[in-house]
């Protein structure tokens, strides 16, 4: 690992919206020290150092409260899974991130697939989850559904999107066949084609890694937050400095709010900065 020293900002906000009566997302930040799993705030930042930071966001799905209880399922096996992780060399990460996402997710899945077989109250249970992983200046993510991850490169100004929606509405979109004001209104955009749980037999999430320099942005959000903002929205939020806007996940929250929040909305944005210098 670099010996230059790296730190992490992060900000977090989850809303229930307008119209729903309960809140189905849910999002986890945590860190790990000493083979143990550390919860952190909604706010913060620290060193990075050898410490990894995993940072997540679900959507659940089903009837009654099936898909709150589920989403907090998810976020709560990758507290469960992260110390199997924390062994690992960063050098062998780029080769075993795979097979750890492949555990974690299909560790969600069943449990979600038991519950759901098991009580009429969790009939029909499904989560969407987007995970991402950062160790030293590498950074590992890993997703199903239509949550997402977006990566903001300061250098360069590019914004994109590092995850593909599983929908088909989704694959419409990336192939060009529509453009992003008719993906938005599309009357299938929300039928998703994978997500753990429910009925689906292929949870093989899609991962990937990156190197990122610091001034980088990154989003984890739910499709709450995308539903009400287009790419330009999220794009002049992030933009804007930290002493502007001290905590942008809720800069983006509120924004959907102004705009009619149909759903939950979460957002999650983790800053990669230089750290401090030892004088």
Known sequence: ?????????????????????????????????????????????????DTPF?????????????????SRIAVDK?????????????ADLSTKS???????????????????????????????????????????FAHIGDTRIYHFEAASGRFRQLTEDDTH?????????????????????????KALGGQNQFVTPQVGQLDCEPGDRFLVCSDGVTEELYDRDIIEILERPVSVVANPAAALVEAVLSRGARDNATAVVIDFQLGFTPS
């Open 78 to 90: 990758l507290t469960k899974m992260l110390p199997l992780w924390r062994g690992i060399a960063l």
């Open 98 to 140: 795979t097979a750890f996402f492949n555990s974690l997710f299909d560790d969600i899945h069943r449990a979600l697939c038991y519950l759901g077989t098991s009580y009429e109250e969790c009939l029909g249970m499904e989560a969407t989850f987007s995970l991402i992983w950062f160790s030293g200046r590498r950074v590992f």
């Open 54 to 70: 995993a940072f997540a966001v679900s959507d659940g799905m089903g009837g009654a409260r099936a898909g709150e209880y589920a």
């Open 169 to 193: 509405v989704g694959w419409l979109y990336r192939t060009g066949r529509i453009n992003e004001r008719e993906a938005r209104s599309h009357p299938r955009r929300h039928i998703l084609q």
């Open 1 to 49: 690992m670099s010996s230059t020293p790296f730190r992490l900002r992060w900000s977090g906000r989850t809303d229930r919206g307008k119209v729903r009566k309960n809140n189905e997302d849910a999002f986890l930040a945590v860190r790990m020290a000493n083979f143990d799993v550390q919860l952190l705030g909604k706010e913060g930042e620290s060193e990075l150092g």
